[in-house]
């Protein structure tokens, strides 16, 4: 299998702050974190317009066998399909690996969390089907998943990998969902230019109960 690609500096660092705009939605404590971090001596914003090479702002974090580990899970969680590519291929696992990367609190607990999950999840793999679980079929990997994807019904030996399974799921869709992709896989339109706009469509307005306003 090949390596996904990589994206640039400058790119991860937007993703990190679009997921924290959205913390909101994925549970994240981040923004806030963030902003206290950055009062106790983090330093200032960095320069989006600049593009940014690895270790300039902080070390990644990931090696590349915890990357393919990561790609792996990333692309059961969001698989490629007729409408969008897999999270991997739209660069996920550089936002992933930025994410737990940061020195900030909330995402340097997230990183505990992350690293021990994926070990964990090669030691599974390895006891269960003798091979790490990049390496594993997709009925192997999803076998694996089934017992850790919902925290509710997740058994006791479970419970451990079950909450980082929830956490990294919630972190992929928040980087998938702010690519390009993601967002056109979401038939998100939005940020659009637009030569004119003539209001809500009537029937919108009909809808929620609301005329139209004259202008």
Not at 14 to 33: D, E, H, I, T, Y
Not at 162 to 170: G, I, L
Not at 190 to 209: H, I, S, T, Y
Request: proline content about 8%; overall charge negative; hydrophobic content about 45%.
């Amino acid at each position: 299998m090949s390596e996904p690609f990589r994206v640039d500096r400058r790119t991860t660092i937007k993703w990190v702050l679009a997921a924290w705009a959205a913390a909101p939605l994925l549970q994240q404590r981040a923004f806030g974190a963030a902003a206290t971090a950055a009062t106790k001596g983090y330093g200032t914003d960095p320069d989006l317009t600049k593009i940014y090479q690895p270790g300039e702002l902080w070390p990644s974090t990931l090696t590349p066998a915890q990357r393919r580990t990561a790609a792996a899970l990333c692309d059961v969680i969001i698989p490629a399909d007729t409408e969008s590519p897999s999270a991997s291929a739209v660069g996920v696992v550089d936002f992933l690996d930025e994410w737990i990367s940061a020195p900030y609190e909330a995402q340097q607990e997230d990183r505990t969390v992350i690293l021990w999950g994926l070990a964990w999840l090669d030691a599974e793999a390895n006891g269960r089907f003798k091979a790490d679980f990049a390496a594993l079929g997709d009925p192997q990997k999803t076998a694996i998943c089934d017992d850790i994807c919902h925290v509710p019904k997740a058994k006791p030996q479970f419970a451990e990998a079950a909450a980082f399974f929830a956490k990294y799921r919630d972190l992929t869709a928040g980087g998938f969902y702010t690519t390009p992709a993601g967002t056109k896989d979401l038939r998100y339109v939005g940020n659009v230019p637009l030569a004119r706009f003539d209001g809500p469509p009537p029937e919108v307005l009909r809808k929620v109960g609301v005329g139209q306003v004259p202008a």
